[in-house]
């Protein structure tokens, strides 16, 4: 893949470059199959992965509606897998934002609302173990323990999650690691 794209995306989800309704071309990721989870994945330059200082994720997020079923994901991975999950968040149907803890228990990290963009940064302490969140500028969750041990951060994940009923699209733009 080039600078700036995904180096992979699922057979379940369409990921499409539009001019809108960013102000910078973006990606529309929609579901189209009802049997399974599927992401776009950006793994991080020559194969990078940190094992230890800061890696701090930004992305800009615009949803046209709210989707069916469980909602749409973010995810942040080790290079190459899918397995070592430092950090899950979730954009449910009802306009919540979710977080998964280490023990796999949501915490209410905010409300995002339809039809404006939306910034998302994600902050990880490799040396500590634990991350940050600020959504819209503001920190909504801060030194959340990821449980992930003897792995780097090496990629993020945008998706759908699994959810038979699953029906909408969502842009991401501006990619910054």
């Known amino acids: 893949p080039e600078l700036g794209q995904p180096t992979y995306v699922s057979a379940t989800i369409e990921a499409i470059v539009r001019d809108e309704p960013m102000a910078t071309p973006c990606l529309e990721i929609s579901d189209h199959d009802d049997y399974a989870a599927g992401a776009v994945r950006f793994d991080f330059l020559d194969d990078a992965e940190i094992t230890s200082g800061f890696a701090t994720i930004r992305c800009e997020l ?3 509606s709210f989707v069916c079923g469980d909602g749409f994901s973010v995810m ?3 290079h190459g897998s899918s397995a070592a999950s430092f950090t899950n968040l979730t954009f449910t149907s009802d306009g919540l934002l979710l977080a998964m803890d280490a023990t796999f228990h949501s915490i209410l990290l905010a409300e995002y ?15 500590a173990g634990d991350y940050d969140v600020w959504f819209d500028g503001v920190p909504v969750l801060v030194g959340e323990p990821h449980g992930v041990t003897g792995h780097g951060v090496g990629a993020v994940l945008f998706g759908c999650v699994h959810d038979p009923d699953l029906d909408g699209v969502f842009f991401v733009d501006d990619v910054l690691v």
């Open 113 to 127: 609302e339809v039809g404006r963009v939306h910034s998302l940064a994600i902050c990880h302490d490799l040396d």
């Open 76 to 78: 942040i991975r080790e």
């Open 62 to 64: 615009w949803f046209p």
